[in-house]
């Protein structure tokens, strides 16, 4: 059974069902740039048809009107990247506030790879564990930029604009694509004297995503085929562990191979351990090295 028919009534939309046709719907003009939600109110059941009414509900979203503004958003982001220079991309939680044992932990972390790596850092430049990073290499008397999105998980959810950065230092993206761009080609090496990174703080769903992206793009030798980029697990007080676990066990689903992932990424469990392998990852002097770790011991 479909529903093949469908009238509009008033702010109501009519779905009829029957045996042989499918479900078409009808939108008035002035409702063709909107977002359409249903909520049904009632229906008539009888053996040969079904009426179902359905009050027409605008989501609350903006559509985009041309792929090329996607595009040109892009080019704001390449464009931003060539005015502060590649580096450092964190990606972190935005929950985990000061509060968190995490945040300290970060800022140290932010601190001592600008001074070690002495480049931009690059996050989201929301609230959380990316708060703590950005603050950490303005500690270090660094250079930081970002990608704002108009929304975050924590508590810069209604402003595009950030409480402390210039404006000239980050961006207000509309789009997700265009902002993953960003954070992407923001750690990419155009040249061999680029010290760049990846480092993945603890986080949730949109760090998982941003995570895995990268990894995939390592993996298909999208990013790296020329000039390696070092890529960091953070992997804090084991937050990570049971997620090491499962890809562990996907060697035995057959899904990844022995080794592929440990090639993919370095898992830290200390700021001190992330800080020894990017100074050995760029072969830096055994002076840098040495002011590093008595830092952080």
Known sequence: MGFPSVCRLDSYISLRESRNEGLK??????????????RFLKHEVSRQSRTVLCKCEPADFVERKSPCEVMKEIEQCYALINNLGRGVVYLGSSRMGPDHVHYSKVFELGREIAKLLDCTSWSGVGPGLMDAATKGALDARKPVGGFKIGKEAGEWTTSNYHPYLPAESYLTCRFF??????????????????????????????????MFEIMALIQLERIGSDLPVPFLLMNYDSFYSKLLDFLDDCKHWGTVSQGEIESLWKVCDS??????????????PQTRISDVQKVVS
Do not use: W
């Open 25 to 38: 719907v009808q939108r008035s003009p002035n409702m063709l740039r909107r977002g359409l939600g249903f």
């Open 177 to 210: 694509s265009a902002r993953k761009h960003g954070l992407v080609d923001a750690a990419v090496r155009k040249t061999s004297s680029d010290r760049t990174a990846v480092v993945a703080l603890p986080g949730g769903i949109g760090t998982l995503d941003e």
């Open 271 to 284: 700021n001190c351990q992330a800080l020894e392998y990017l100074s050995e990852f760029y072969s830096l």
